[in-house]
């Protein structure tokens, strides 16, 4: 089935450990993101990029950063986690240049730094 | 820099009872309007979308939405809820002329309760 993969599914972190949150997509989409969800706050865009090679930042990028070596991998890297990355991160994809945007959204990751 | 404001944070209804969601959204361009439902544990699905024509739009498992163009909003409306609709509501919004990347940009979310 056509999708987004994300790994790990859930995983407990201790503070100032690295994290890389793999996302993998199969609808040849060529635009990617990154947001977290937390509770009272919804969706916040992490990163994005917008086709393979290049990447941007989003609403809340401080402490993460993204690579996109080919159209269908988009990992994420915490470089040195910290508690306030506990979060439930969702990873999704989309058909820039036409259609609407609308987002395809992989299971989530949640994180747990401590 | 646009946003998107839902004011109901959580909503406790009875089955059967009618919904509806308030969205507001600030950004004076072109839109295409989002909601999305979160189940419990699981990702975010589309419910449904407006990008043109129609302002009431109908989505999956009877849900519509309005969309008001002279009041900024996106309502989402069921006549008759059922316990399974018991989820978060994220409404969203994307501008058409927001450069390189159109990048949803989510409300808060409204959490829904249905009594069975």
């Known amino acids: 089935i056509a999708g987004i993969t994300q790994a790990p599914t859930s995983q407990i972190l201790a503070a100032g450990r690295r994290m890389t949150l793999r996302c993998t997509q199969d609808?040849?989409?060529?635009?990617m993101y990154w947001y977290r969800q937390d509770l009272g706050l919804g969706l916040r865009l992490i990163h994005y990029?917008?086709?393979?090679?290049?990447?941007g930042k989003g609403e809340v990028p401080d402490g993460y950063s993204v690579s996109r070596a080919n159209t269908d991998d988009f990992p994420l890297t915490l470089a040195s986690a910290v508690p306030s990355q506990t979060s439930v991160y969702f990873c999704?994809?989309?058909?820039?240049?036409?259609?609407?945007?609308?987002?395809?959204f992989g299971e989530g990751s949640r994180l747990t730094v401590l | 820099a646009q946003s998107v404001s839902q004011h109901n944070h959580h909503v406790i209804l009875s089955e059967a009872a009618s919904l509806e969601l308030g969205c507001n959204y600030s950004?004076?361009?072109?839109?295409?309007l989002f909601w999305y439902v979160q189940y419990p544990g699981q990702h975010l699905q589309l419910l449904l979308k407006?990008?043109?024509?129609?302002?009431l739009v109908k989505g999956i498992k009877g849900f519509e939405a309005e969309f008001i163009k002279s009041k900024f909003s996106f309502n989402l409306r069921k006549p008759s809820v059922q316990w399974s609709d018991t989820a978060e509501y994220f409404c969203?919004?994307?501008?058409?002329?927001?450069?390189?990347?159109?990048?949803?940009?989510f409300g808060s979310g409204t959490q829904l309760t249905v009594l069975p």
């Open positions: 407006y990008f043109s024509g129609d302002p």
């Open positions: 969203a919004v994307n501008s058409l002329s927001s450069g390189s990347a159109r990048q949803l940009t």
């Open positions: 990029s917008n086709t393979a090679g290049t990447t």
């Open positions: 950004y004076g361009g072109t839109v295409n």
């Open positions: 999704a994809s989309s058909e820039q240049g036409r259609g609407t945007g609308e987002l395809f």
């Open positions: 609808m040849r989409h060529n635009a």
